[in-house]
């Protein structure tokens, strides 16, 4: 593992009851890098996410860790029970060791553009605002490396654009490495270093190119959205068998109905 | 007041001192089926302490302890226990405790004591233990109340913030544990878990922390010992039985006070 890496993983391989889930797949962040996962359902996204965390040790392969870096995570979705009492202010203390002084709080809520939530029960959010809280709590981290597993579900399309922007700038900015999940295939953020496609193994990694300013996408989102779009394009090193498998390419490449990456 | 009274109180407000945490964690985690299969497998604790010559109450003590850390072993193995799975252990081992207690001939064993709790016959000694365990208890509750917390929101998310998940987990199972056999004592197998889930619902709607439910809970307990301690003196009720019907009178009295907003 280079210096500048926070996370790689080799070789991973990892099967739930004899179902292969991650086939021999790799992957690197480094610092100030966005790297996106982008596959189908099913395409053992969230799997590489977690063995990328630690929290799924895989059957084969290695995965290495800057073990300095900190870490702020976003899961999927998160589902507290509405018995547990917890004010947001409270679980994005929670993220912090020492609990955290309220202007920090304050300020990685109104980042995410939920300041107004503050006092509010976490059972009584909406999607949208649970995600916003939920990148807010790993953003207060002040972490090395951020993991989002489809960070921007359930948030509306302009504040989806908004978020992808602030996570973006922070990377680059404050050179954090992101590993990114994302089951939407053609709306990738247009800063987004790195591609990674994923079904069960790595189609292809590669980087997107910002789509120029398309005036159906100008239509649709607004110049400002629009920036944040891109359309991710990338050259196949090999082709699909109908379950999936690769087979080398030949010159009439097809992709099969598991790879919708084309 | 009779000093019968005096003791059975004692005990009793021993009891709802750790009741009141470990059920908001019951309730919180949906873990009531898992302190009924506790306490109804507890009964073979009793057939065990008598076949080795101990106290019934060790046996219970470690029959509670085993099944918490097999039950926390299969958790962890992922192949997660049913709730049939669960149902199936506890009435299996209910019964089989009921037929092995009335095979040996040669003890006599208040089974109605153990079935429907025999407060009113605890001893100054057996009041000391409850409290000697309650201080226990609590004390290691306070010292992974941070873990035991953040598990609760989000076991991933915790265990990426460096909590150790496994741990806790194994500690809550053995807590519970505990306190399952102690109030078996006080309120009997059947009616175990009421005293775990009841007084923690009920202070569910007057709490904004998961800490003021805590508290909450052990002051709801508390009441509901006494008023069903008193009942029973006044009216010549079976003592548990009445600590649970006051607590489930607590209770719904909480659900008519109106709902704290933020």
């Known amino acids: ?262 | 007041m009779d000093e019968f009274l005096l003791r059975a109180l004692a005990a009793g407000l021993g009891l709802a001192a750790v009741a009141g945490p470990l059920g908001c964690f019951v309730v919180w985690r949906r873990m009531a089926y898992f302190g009924d299969a506790l306490a109804h497998t507890a009964l073979l604790g009793i057939v065990v302490g008598l076949l080795l010559g101990t106290s019934p109450l060790a046996g219970v003590v470690a029959v509670c302890v085993a099944v918490a850390l097999i039950l926390a072993g299969m958790r962890r193995d992922g192949r997660l226990a049913s709730d049939s799975l669960l149902g199936i252990m506890a009435h299996g081992a209910l019964a089989l405790g009921l037929v092995l207690l009335s095979a040996m001939e040669r003890v006599r064993v208040d089974l109605m004591g153990w079935l429907f709790g025999d407060i009113l016959a605890v001893s100054w000694e057996d009041a000391a233990l409850v409290w000697g365990g309650a201080v226990l208890v609590l004390g290691l509750l306070a010292a992974h109340w941070r873990c035991l917390v953040a598990m609760t929101v989000d076991e991933d998310l915790a265990r990426v913030e460096g909590h150790d998940v496994g741990r806790g987990r194994l500690v809550l199972m053995l807590l519970v544990a505990l306190s399952v056999a102690a109030a078996m004592k006080v309120v009997g197998v059947m009616l175990v878990t009421a005293m775990l889930v009841i007084p923690a619902a009920g202070a569910r709607r007057l709490a904004r922390t998961p800490e003021q439910m805590a508290g909450g809970a052990v002051l709801a307990g508390a009441l509901a010992v006494s008023l069903g301690l008193g009942g029973s003196w006044h009216y010549d009720t079976p003592s548990g039985p009445s600590i649970v019907v006051a607590a489930v009178g607590l209770f719904i009295a909480s659900r008519l006070m109106p709902f704290r907003s933020a």
Request: charged share 20%.
């Open chain 1, 1 to 262: 593992m280079s210096p500048d890496d926070l996370v790689r993983l080799t070789g991973v391989s990892v099967a739930f009851r004899g179902h292969a889930v991650l086939d021999g797949v790799g992957l690197r962040v480094g610092r100030g890098r966005i790297v996106t996962v982008v596959g189908p359902n099913g395409a053992g996204k969230s799997t590489l996410i977690k063995v990328a965390l630690g929290l799924i040790v895989p059957d084969r392969g290695t995965v290495e860790r800057d073990p300095a870096a900190v870490i702020g995570y976003v899961p999927q979705r998160l589902s507290i029970d509405r018995t547990l009492p917890l004010s947001v202010r409270r679980f994005l203390a929670m993220a912090l060791p020492g609990g955290g002084d309220g202007r920090n709080l304050e300020e990685s809520l109104d980042l995410v553009g939920a300041g107004h939530v503050m006092a509010r029960q976490m059972a009584d959010l909406s999607g949208g605002e649970a995600q916003r809280v939920l990148l807010a709590r790993a953003l207060v981290r002040r972490p090395d490396l951020l993991v989002l597993d489809e960070p921007v579900g359930g948030v509306d399309m302009a504040g989806q654009a908004e978020l992808y922007d602030l996570i973006a700038g922070r990377a680059h900015d404050q050179g954090i490495g992101v590993l990114m999940v994302s089951h939407d295939l053609h709306v990738v953020m247009a800063a987004t270093d790195e591609v990674v496609c994923l079904n069960r193994h790595v189609c292809c990694a590669g980087h997107p190119e910002t789509v120029s300013r398309h005036p159906e996408y100008l239509a649709l989102f607004g110049p400002r959205v629009a920036d944040s779009l891109a359309i991710y394009t990338h050259a196949h090193d090999h082709g699909h068998l109908a379950d999936g498998s690769v087979r080398p390419l030949d010159p009439g490449h097809v992709h099969g109905p598991e790879c919708r990456h084309g």
